[in-house]
């Protein structure tokens, strides 16, 4: 077993011993609910080796399994090799869910105890465990305990880095402006205040932005909405002195990070809005007032619909993201013909220094996936040292990368040809743009969600029996959260509507393990399209990301007349609005690249 992995069992289990549990779950969480957190909140890959953004590790005094989705089977198993791990499949068949593992493995252990931190699940998520384990054996489940204080010794603090504004000439409101747009929605509800957990919604409220969060420009903080009273928890070290005067301006008091606790036991107003499925257990649970009201929180719909000074800044940063890989896709097949030795790693360097040339570049919006062959079939592979391969003329390269700019977040996959594809490598490609092309031109009635969109894009890939287990597309924020919510597009039921302002990915995929994979992705915008005959409102997608996909990848006789015509429609659009920010070669390289399929 690896010694760090070894070494943090053992004393795992100590503490166990030591305060009397018989188990302990590490999420991937922090205390806001995040889905990339804080190096400090990084326990479950710590106790696991295993580094995915989606993932749960559960440790008994002799057992230890992980559980993770489909995107990350491949990347798991080979992380947790040479551990006591075993990898539990989520959502196939036969795997046992955490509480049912737990039941069997505890099943002669009288009086059973389970741990977790209260602040790394939410409400509803620890209320729901709760009873799993109740059901499974009578388990209790203590949320008081964050072990990792004890054995993690030389765990990450919590970062100290500055916060700074985001200027509303990209925000298109003003700070002052949202919270009455908050306050408006809470008194529809006949509600006094509200507590703002997640971070990209501080962040969106506040016309703020920082670095807590790797490629994503949060920080740590609470918002507490108290009639007319707004107060940002946070550590005061962050704010500088223009932050602190911005703040008082825009009518928001300023406490400590740490004293969240005290102002929710000592709030005063009638009642409280809570989102259950994103507040932590804890921090519910501190809550003392006449009436604790679970919903969703209203900046959640608020962040999602982009209005026009933002959608304008979003169109702005994909002409940007668009330049930068333009360049790159010259760049390669320049590369491949002379013969220059390409890695991974150098592509993603090379686009990195590409996109930093670009006007209001921030960072990345998560780090450069640059898989080349058998790779591209782990859906979230990352190039290490220990697996960066050479790039030769065969084969595919799939390249999924995103940008935060200051005028908007980008996300973009493309699938390339290194050399000739095979033919297998075409037809499955070419299966994936069908399905790519069939979301971009859904048409659908005011009232429809992502989940009954999602079978546009995996219907014909089932017609010919293939599958992919990751969602189809998930919402994006405004120099935020490359992942945002409420819609999103995939199997299992997301009931939010696909309304106007929203934008999201369309992206889907094959992967065939130990040969090649296949995505493509793209952004839209959800835009009006007009009545319908019976006078429904009706909306479409607007297609947002401007890069030409690879022609060497498609089997032409594979296509309708009317996708290649929407491809052929799409290069246009690429080529005229990309080219008059190129060189004259780079422009002859872009239009032979647009140029018709037939």
């Known amino acids: 077993m690896l010694p760090q992995i070894s070494q943090g069992l ?3 289990r100590e503490a166990m011993s ?21 190096e400090h909140w990084h326990g479950r890959e710590w106790i696991s080796g295993f580094n995915g953004s989606a993932g749960t590790a559960v440790v008994t005094m002799h057992e230890a399994a992980l559980w993770t989705d489909s995107r990350y089977f491949i990347a798991a198993a080979d992380a947790l090799e040479g551990t006591e791990f075993r990898l539990m499949k989520e959502r196939v068949s036969g795997t046992p869910t955490i509480s049912q593992w737990l039941g069997q493995v505890l099943a002669t252990v009288n009086g059973a105890t389970v741990g977790v931190d209260g602040y790394c699940y939410t409400y509803c998520e620890a209320e729901a465990l709760k009873s799993a384990l109740r059901h499974s054996g009578g388990i209790t489940l203590r949320t008081n305990l964050d072990i990792l204080n004890t054995i993690w010794h030389d765990r990450p603090a919590i970062p100290q880095d500055k916060v700074f504004i985001h200027p509303e000439q990209y925000a298109g409101i003003s700070c002052h402006e949202k919270l009455n747009l908050i306050r408006q929605a809470l008194k529809a509800r006949h509600v006094n205040g509200t507590l703002i957990s997640a971070l990209d919604e501080v962040a969106w409220t506040l016309n703020l932005r920082g670095s807590d969060v790797h490629c994503t420009p949060v920080f740590l903080a609470y918002l507490l909405i108290d009639g007319d009273k707004t107060t940002l928890f946070i550590d005061k070290n962050k704010l500088t002195p223009d932050i602190c005067d911005y ?7 300023i406490d400590e990070y740490c004293n969240i606790e005290n102002a929710l036991a000592h709030y005063d107003s009638y009642n409280i809005l809570l989102d259950p499925d994103c507040i932590s257990h804890t921090l519910y649970n501190k809550v003392r007032c006449q009436e604790k009201i679970d919903g969703e ?29 333009v360049r790159l896709m010259r760049w390669i097949e320049e590369a491949v013909a002379n013969g220059t030795t390409l890695t991974e790693i150098s592509i993603d360097e090379k686009l990195t220094a590409l996109k930093q040339q670009q006007p209001l570049f921030h960072s990345l919006s998560f780090d450069t996936i640059a898989a080349y062959g058998q790779h591209g079939a782990i859906v979230h592979y990352e190039a ?21 700019y200051l005028d908007g977040t980008t996300d973009i996959t493309r699938t390339m040809a290194i050399g000739t594809p095979t033919d297998e490598e075409r037809h499955v490609c070419t299966l994936v743009m069908k399905a790519h092309v069939r979301l971009s031109r859904a048409r659908w009635i005011e009232g429809t969600c992502g989940t009954q969109l999602d079978v546009l894009a995996h219907g014909c890939l089932w017609d010919e029996g293939y599958h992919y287990g990751h969602g189809t597309g ?24 696909m309304v106007p302002g929203v934008v999201m990915s369309n992206e889907p995929g094959i992967y065939l393990e130990g040969k090649f994979g296949c995505r493509i992705e793209n952004l839209v915008l959800v835009v009006p399209d007009g009545k319908g005959v019976q006078g429904e409102n009706f ?4 297609t947002l990301t401007l890069c030409p996909y690879d022609r060497r990848i498609l089997d032409m006789s594979m296509l309708t007349a009317e996708e290649i015509a929407w491809i052929d429609a799409y290069h246009q659009q690429v080529y005229d609005t990309l080219s008059p920010y190129l060189t004259a070669d780079e422009c002859q390289w872009l239009r032979n690249a647009c140029r018709k399929l037939v």
């Open 10 to 12: 053992e004393a795992l």
């Open 247 to 253: 703040l008082r301006r825009e009518g928001v008091d």
């Open 297 to 325: 929180s209203p900046v959640v719909w608020l962040k999602s619909q982009k209005n026009e000074t933002e959608i304008g800044c979003i169109r702005n940063a994909m002409i940007k993201d668009g330049i930068a890989l």
């Open 474 to 497: 998930h919402g994006v924020g405004f120099f935020l959260c490359c992942h945002e919510g409420p819609q999103g597009i995939r199997m299992n039921h997301k009931p939010a509507e």
């Open 384 to 404: 290490t040292p220990e697996t960066n391969v050479e790039v030769k003329p065969d084969g595919l390269l799939l390249l999924d990368c995103g940008t935060q």
């Open 539 to 542: 909306y479409r997608f607007d």
């Open 18 to 38: 030591r305060e009397h549990i018989d188990a302990y779950i590490f999420p991937s969480a922090d205390a806001h609910n995040s889905e990339y957190t804080p």
